[in-house]
């Protein structure tokens, strides 16, 4: 059974990787302790885009992956 976290901080460091009809985009997650995380979303990368900016309060839910990346499945805006 795959292990699912939640986590919340301010997003950083934006960034798309591949342009295509779902984008894959990478971004920075900082929590209140500093910690910074190194996520990835594909799905719903589009609304992604438009609802967040560098700065925005987020809370992240999903698994790591083999890199040790988040990879998102759900997100929520603060």
């Not at 967040?52 to 759900?74: A, D, L, P, W």
């Amino acid at each position: 059974m795959e292990e699912k976290w939640c986590l919340k901080g301010q997003v950083e460091k934006i960034k798309v990787l591949k342009l295509e009809e779902m984008p894959l985009v990478r971004f920075t997650l900082t929590d209140e302790r500093e910690t910074r995380e190194n996520c990835l979303i594909k799905n719903h990368s589009l609304n992604f885009l438009f609802q967040v900016t560098e700065g925005k309060s987020i809370v992240i839910y999903g698994k790591r992956n083999n890199h040790n990346q988040f990879v998102v499945h759900k997100y929520h805006v603060n």
